[in-house]
């Protein structure tokens, strides 16, 4: 007689709990995300084996009690729904490992949330409404992970310098304007992703301590300036400082030697007003600041950049606005959107991010405000496109999405391996669901893996592409796609290698149309395991992103 320990219902439109499942004493995982459930039932409890309970994406809207009866549980998911409160129950669960609490409504946590949680090792509690945490925080002296982001939190408790094991954390986009030092105390600490909030400075003192951090995200701060003592971070190989007020960098910049080496590596300081070193010459890498502010080789740096420039721009303008192209006039020219599900799904995408973050650091060079959502379910994904559409448009320009996943060119799939319709997605930007983005460009990137042969898509058609015959709530949009199969970091990053050059270039001269139709004869030329469509259109005039 066999033994059932793993039982999968995700996506099963459930509104209970079926009894069946109730029965299986030895389960040890009981996955029911994606469903309509809004209680657990109290026989639940009796499943004393399970260890892994996944409720993601239903209608909770609070902490179903029985959960707090199942004492073995190691890996806990209640994402995704409604919650705004944890009651003090949540302290039985005293072998929880694992436990993802993010995209609710939770306002605050109870003072000793985190006293019995002595084994917790991963925690996610980001995109909720949090303006404080207690003290108690610092007792989850086992955390490794820690994503306290799109909160409301304007400090850190002194009790974090207890969290020495910790090796990423990331407190980004909340209201913090001073850098919390107990930050400066995590020796373990491998990643910090701490970019919009309102920082002016960092602490004196910040990398004396923090020999382990290998990535660094600080951009959309107010920093004016940089500590000596960044230089000191032996390993420091990704460093995005975009979008600050940095006039200067410390003299021992250079040895920083890693930044922007390793593959995956992000080194970024666009949108600094940059003194010294000049902007132009941060922008040809470590080496070259190196260099710089050693003061050995300036005059040929300078004039082998001047010499590339002029050599480089050779296109005509015979593409340039002839007042048939759309106004682009407003900064932030619009709002971009990238969505990086890099890695999950059933063909993954194995490897780093760093096909979205040079995205991002380029639609933001370019006047953008670009936001980027990482391993986001099917179900969250049109989660985000739908409050993007509430948002006000009308001062801006355009609208850009870009999805960097699994799927088709109809289809993109979540973190959960489930797949949402790009038709769906882009409807959430269209005449009738967006007014404010009426006769204004919307721009829809696909840069996925397939799931299965692409040679299976040689006689096939985009589902958009019958868009162009479509009413006019589907008008100013463009369509751009590029399939392939396998996930090697090389030819993944073919597409956005050529498209970032083409556009570097190119993006205020030419129309994105004629620049994405080269991209894509590129990318089929260049890759064999590539498949790329021609882009489809409902533009009506020209766009020159100038």
Partial sequence: MSVTSHHDLRGADLTSVPDGV???????KLDLRVNRLNALPFKLSKLSHLQTLLIRCNEFHELPSVVCKLKNLI????????IEFIHDGMANLVNLQNLDL????????TTTFGRSFKKMTRLDISHNKLSSLPESFGEMTSLESLKLGS?????????????????SLEIDENGMRDFPESICQMMSLKELRANNNSFQRLPDHFGNKLHMLEILILHNNGLRGLPDSL???PILSSLDLSNNEILNLPANFGKLSRLGKEDGSVFSLLNNPLDEPPLEICARGIDVIREYLSGQGFFTIRKKMTEKKRSDLTVTLDDVDDGTSYTMNHRPRGVAVIVDNIGVGANSMTGDNSDADKLRIFLTKIGFSVRVYRDKTSDEILQVMEVIALEDHSNFDCFLACFVANGSPDLIFGEDSLPVSLVDVAKCVNARHCPALIGKPKIFLTHACAEYDITEMANTKPEVSALPKSPPVWEDFLFCFNIFQGA????????????????????????????MYNVMDGVASDVETAFVFSPVSTLKKKLILS
Avoid: M, Y
């Fill in 151 to 167: 909160n409301r939190l304007t400090k850190l408790p002194a009790s974090f310098a207890k969290l020495l094991q910790l090796k």
């Fill in 75 to 82: 890996h806990f998911d209640i994402s995704t729904n409604h």
């Fill in 22 to 28: 109730l029965k299986l004493k030895h389960l040890t």
């Fill in 231 to 233: 230089c000191q971070l």
């Fill in 488 to 515: 090697g970091a090389e030819e993944r990053s073919v597409f956005i290698s050529k498209l970032l050059s083409s556009l570097e270039l190119l993006h205020s001269l030419k129309d994105l149309r004629s620049i």
């Fill in 102 to 109: 993010s995209f609710n409504i939770i306002r605050e946590l």
